[in-house]
């Protein structure tokens, strides 16, 4: 695991300033909150996170800001076709 002082040589990161506004999710689906994206890459992330997030070892990272997460199933082609479950 890197600290927040080490850089992977050679590996393009996308940095937000200020962090972008996005959700941590627990695996089962249980509990989310908010944190902050600072950096993202193809191999992993820089987050901000607070309160119960700082405990979490295994998460989803949610990048849609609308809203709680929601699970969707594909019925037929194309997006007119999707029902929310």
Do not use: C, Y
């Not at 040589?9 to 695996?27: A, C, N, S, Y």
């Not at 989310?32 to 119960?52: P, Q, W, Y």
Request: hydrophobic fraction near 35%; charge should be negative; aromatic fraction near 6%.
């Amino acid at each position: 695991m890197m600290n927040s002082n080490e850089r992977r040589k050679g590996e393009p990161r996308v940095q937000f300033e200020p962090p972008l506004d996005v959700r941590v999710m627990t695996i089962d689906g249980t509990w989310s909150g908010e944190s902050g994206l600072i950096e993202i890459s193809d191999n992993g992330a820089r987050l901000k996170v607070t309160g119960h997030a700082t405990e979490l070892t295994d998460f989803f990272l949610i990048l849609n800001g609308f809203g709680p997460p929601s699970m969707q199933e594909s019925v037929g082609q194309g997006p007119a076709d999707r029902r929310q479950l």
